[in-house]
């Protein structure tokens, strides 16, 4: 089935990952989904996240990423940009990548998981048409090699989030209802 659906401790993917998310200092979540998806809005009921239609996903992680974008509101300073199969995000690292970019003033935050590059990444808005850019399936990778002037690295002493693409990485986080 569809692997935002999947079940860790009882709850679908999406649901522990946006859970993280409010955990943190951000000001609002939108998670970003395919036109339809009942089920995934279901999964996602009682949160106080804004459900962003991406018409054009087909066309890969970029258009997910441009759609979130352009939901923003304007006065929108900066953007963490999370991925909703990694449920182990750690809302700290949330929290330390705004407060970095607040102190060092650089467009782009992104945590360092024992010295290599992981999610969340924080963009501002400085970025937003760089970003905007990006086509095909892949995210801001590109942008943030562009320049490594501009990117503030946040040390993370603590493994990366882990990345659920398959039901072996599932099983790696834990019993499907270890909290039952």
């Known amino acids: 089935g569809p692997k935002m659906l999947a079940e860790l401790a009882g709850r679908p993917l999406v649901r522990h990952s946006a859970e993280q998310l409010l955990e943190s200092g951000v000001e609002s979540v939108m998670v970003v989904v395919r036109p339809g998806q009942a089920a995934l809005r279901a999964a996602l009921a009682h949160l106080p996240v804004q459900l962003i239609e991406s018409v054009n996903a087909d066309n890969g992680m970029s258009a997910s990423l441009a759609a ?74 590109d942008v943030i090699a562009l320049d490594p002037g501009r990117v503030a690295e946040v040390t993370v002493d603590a493994p990366a989030p882990a990345d659920v693409d398959v039901q072996e990485d599932l099983r790696k986080l834990g019993p499907p209802h270890a909290d039952e």
């Open 68 to 141: 979130g974008l352009r939901a923003l509101p304007v006065t929108t300073e900066a953007v963490v940009v999370a991925l909703g199969d990694q449920p182990t995000i750690l809302p700290e690292v949330i929290d330390r990548l705004i407060a970095t970019w607040r102190a060092t003033g650089k467009p782009i935050v992104v945590p360092m998981y024992g010295g290599v590059r992981g999610h969340p990444v924080l963009f501002a808005r400085a970025v937003f048409a760089e970003l905007l850019a990006v086509r095909g399936d892949q995210g801001g990778r």
